[in-house]
């Protein structure tokens, strides 16, 4: 993580203040979001890109039989081109 913040924007950390956006590693048969401590799924931008918003999504999906399709969850960026008057 720390190379790639040398060369990439991390999307989410504006906006992590309000949810730090942990989205690994869920236990897939426990209700809720247990064991998500880990922000491991990212969106990485390099750039006249801005952020606009950002969310993390899933996790509270369960089967019929109570199991998560996966230990992760998913991270949703609304990104903006900043236009060639602006830079």
């Known amino acids: 993580y720390g190379f790639l913040r040398k060369i990439f924007k991390d ?19 426990a209700p809720g979001l247990a064991g998500v401590d880990q922000r491991i799924d990212l969106v990485l931008t390099r750039g006249d890109i801005v952020p606009t918003g950002a969310t993390v999504v ?3 999906e369960r089967s019929p039989t109570g199991i998560s399709a996966s230990d992760h969850r998913g991270v949703v960026v609304a990104l903006d081109l900043v236009p060639d008057a602006v830079r």
Not at 11 to 29: K, N, Q, R, V, W
């Open 11 to 29: 999307s989410y950390e504006p906006f992590a203040l309000a949810d730090p956006g942990f989205t690994c590693c869920m236990d897939i048969y």
């Open 58 to 60: 899933g996790g509270v």
